[in-house]
């Protein structure tokens, strides 16, 4: 598997530290952005995000912002993304369990590395359930048109 991550500035730090965790576990990954804390605008790297996601580029993809909504709201008018903001556990399992979200988004300033870690470790670690979510995930998809 090949996680996809981006942030803008104020995801910086903590895609710094998500990355180090990839590398302690072997994961692998391509780094969309930014590569430091100066001031960008956080549309340009949720999209990013997006397009390798729907590209196939990468697997699954993580986005960073503050709060992780702008970025969040960004990645999620690519058409495909089902990008979730999680900040907790349980949010992380069901986004994957029952939406089949393809992007995780966090927000740097509102977890503590610690958590977000446990965030991204439940989220890469649950599965799609199929079934009667699919008939769901699948009306989302329609909504896109």
């Given at each position: 598997m090949k996680?996809?991550?981006?942030?803008?500035?104020?995801g910086?730090?903590?895609?710094?530290?998500i990355?180090?965790y990839f590398?302690e576990k072997?994961i692998?990954?391509?780094?969309y952005?930014?590569?430091?804390?100066?001031?960008?605008d956080?549309?340009?790297?949720g999209k990013?995000v997006?397009?390798?996601?729907?590209s196939?580029e990468v697997?699954?993809?993580?986005?960073?912002c503050?709060t992780?909504?702008?970025?969040s709201?960004?990645a999620?008018?690519?058409?495909?993304?089902?990008?979730?903001?999680?900040?907790?556990t349980y949010s992380?399992r069901?986004s994957?369990?029952?939406n089949?979200?393809?992007i995780?988004?966090?927000?740097a300033?509102?977890?503590g590395?610690?958590?977000a870690?446990?965030i991204v470790?439940?989220?890469?670690?649950s599965?799609?359930?199929?079934?009667r979510?699919?008939?769901?995930?699948?009306?989302i998809?329609d909504?896109?048109g």
């Open positions: 996680i996809g991550i981006g942030s803008d500035h104020g910086f730090e903590l895609k710094a530290y990355i180090e590398k072997g692998e990954f391509t780094d952005g930014t590569y430091s804390s100066d001031s960008v956080y549309p340009d790297y990013k997006a397009e390798a996601v729907i196939k697997d699954k993809g993580i986005v960073i503050g992780g909504i702008g970025i709201i960004a999620n008018k690519v058409k495909g993304i089902r990008c979730a903001l999680c900040g907790d992380a069901m994957r369990e029952h089949n979200a393809n995780l988004a966090l927000g300033r509102v977890l590395n610690g958590l870690l446990e470790e439940t989220w890469l670690n599965e799609f359930l199929g079934g979510h699919e008939i769901r995930v699948n009306k998809s909504i896109e």
